[in-house]
């Protein structure tokens, strides 16, 4: 404020004539100038926050001097909200990540004082919006169970990037020790919104084993990709590799329709022309597509007494036949409501893979296979079931196993099973096998234990079947 200061003179004669003389008023106006408030704090809630997100920022008075209320001055760009009575709330977001420098300024108000108004210093402070990357990419494979040099698709997607702005996508293929073994080369660059690659396959896999895809995502901010949640692999061999010999080998992705679809002539792999032929053309098998692991398998239908004559080679007693087999109902023992046989000789009473609701190796006299009333295991309707029967004749003693675990009780004498046949194609044609057939390979040998095992994990992996 201004203060008017007036003095005057006195000469203090009171005595003399006149009395006491004063001079006029001089007077001088004295200013008390106003002096600025304080800086104030900026107190700021969430930050750093992603874009799109909010921070709410205050001011935080420190005082005026000369006392009262202030106000406050902040720079304001257009894209913050001030609010408070005083001003002293801004509200920030951002569509894209960066950095925002806010400053203010306390004011008092005091325009009319000596001095003018007061203003503060001026509070810096940055707070920041940061990136949002990427939608996550997931990654499908129109089959994830495969056989070495399959050609197969795989798509790896992603909702795209948040702030709609140009990302990077790349595609890996990783080995089971997570070494990389394939990549897309170096990214493609895409616009903001949803992206799809898709790869057939990218790369020829030419050794069994687990290998993972990977998709991942890089925008402008981000120093390392972002890969999604990896989708397994499993590789097997194109067939049994490395062990010589098979006599007979049907496998349903190589089976040949009708115009119906019924599989009337099931070609044999081997090259040796011993195909499998359906009993007749009403009791011939149907081809179902995508039954397990993508892959079609044949099916025997009990109504129709479904079945297929093995060729015409006749079998002595050395043996090692595989199939590969999925039940279309549960089984108990001695239940012949759950029947069949899965492979049965023509000429004698021999038969494998499955009967009266289990899965067994029987060889004329009895069950090689775990006997009554727990031999074998029992069929479970849908389960998928790889067996294996050997029979020696250097020993004379036969052997069963399912999935690979020895389910033998008894070495029994076995014999010459002879001609084979699936399902209703044998000596016992009312006994007739009710699911579904995939694969079945036969050697006219007793495998090693190693060979055998070698064909066991071709076929398990391939169907994927139980262990018991
Ligand atoms: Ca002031
Ligand atoms: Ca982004």
Redo the contacts with the bound molecule.
Sequence with gaps: MVFALSVRASDEQYAAVGGNQLSGYTTQNISFTNRAPAEPIISCVAAPVPTGDFIVCTAVDQGDPDGGAVSYVWNNDGATTISGSNNNTVTLTRAT?MSVTLRVRARDGQSGAPGGEGFSTERVRTVSFT????AIPTVTASKTNLLVGEVFTWIVSTAG???G?A?NMQAWIYDSGWQLIWNNGGGVTAGGGPRTLTYAPGVAISVPGTYYLVGGVL?A?MSQWLQGPSLELTVVANGPVGVSGPSLWYDAEVADTNANGRVLSWQDRTGSGQHAVATSTSASPRLVQNVRNGRPALEFALANSVGMCMGNRSYGRNYTIFAVHSPARNGSWGSLSSPGRLMQSRDINWLTGNWAGTVSHFALVDFVSLTPPSFGIQNVAGAWYQTTATSSGTDGLGRFFIGGVNRTERNINTVAPQRLGLGSCGEYPAEVFDGYVAEVIVYPRVLTQAERQSVEAYLSARWSTMVP
Aim: charged share 40%; hydrophobic share 10%.
């Design positions: 990540p990136n949002r990357p990427p990037d948040p702030e702005e990302f925008d901010y």
